[in-house]
């Protein structure tokens, strides 16, 4: 079994949702007493907040690349970023380590792509919306990405950050969730993506017409894959 390197914090809910799902997978895979070999470099979530509403996107890739450096040093033979928004810098901390990244743009893309569709879209941060660097890394293999209306995107924003990280669960924000996913199927796209670990704690497949593809639960497989394969 190889050691899953692991750079949480991004939120810590989201961290607890990969480190619970990584060893439940092991388990059923295995069987017994089995349970993952993971290393977790876990980061200030306020801190690298901060910095990316300041767009000091610089001192967001130092944080990160530090913590990924140490999930190295640690053994991890390969590194996963607990986050969507925060793969803005995938790149820089793949080039300060020397193990593999398993980019959850491309995870999620060939998910996608092995369900037949060819249209989706991403729900996430307001910022992972209306920025490209995850929509162009999906687009990138040949799939068409689109994303909420402009108007929705503080709601959404507010439903990951004031209740979502924090493990509040409200059946209107689904309501208002599954009302967005409604519309983007009207408009064309033929899959959704929950591109915010927390936002699988609000939306099931059973909330949506369309397939639902959750990034963490898919990036959890990913690496079961590679970690047992």
């Known amino acids: ?14 961290s607890a949702a990969y ?27 306020a801190e690298v907040t901060a910095l990316q509403e300041d767009e000091d996107w610089d001192g967001v890739a130092a944080i990160l690349r530090s913590a990924a450096e140490s999930v190295e040093r640690a053994g991890a033979d390969f590194l996963m970023l607990c986050t969507t928004t925060f793969h803005r810098v995938a790149e820089q901390v793949q080039d300060a380590v020397s193990i593999p990244l398993l980019h959850l743009g491309d995870v999620v893309a060939e998910a996608c ?7 989706v879209a991403l729900l996430g941060t307001r910022f992972a919306m209306s920025r490209t660097f995850f929509t162009d890394r999906i687009a990138g293999h040949g799939l068409g990405v689109l994303v909420p209306d402009a108007a ?3 709601e959404l924003n507010r439903i990951i950050y004031d209740e979502l990280v924090h493990g509040k669960v409200v059946d209107d924000s689904r309501r208002a969730v599954v009302g967005m996913i409604s519309e983007l199927w009207d408009a064309g796209a033929g899959g ?30 990913a690496a079961l894959d590679r970690a047992l394969g």
């Open 19 to 45: 480190y619970e799902a990584l060893n439940r997978g092991v388990e059923e895979r295995l069987g017994g007493l089995h349970s993952a070999k993971t290393v977790l470099a876990s980061v200030d979530f």
């Open 192 to 221: 959704v993506i929950l591109g915010c670990s927390e936002l699988e704690l609000l939306i099931r497949q059973a909330d949506s017409e369309i397939p639902v593809f959750p990034c963490t639960t898919l990036h959890v497989t």
């Open 1 to 14: 079994m190889q050691t899953i390197g692991l750079v949480g914090g991004m939120s810590w809910e989201s």
């Open 152 to 154: 929705h995107h503080d």
């Open 113 to 119: 792509k092995a369900e037949g569709v060819e249209s």
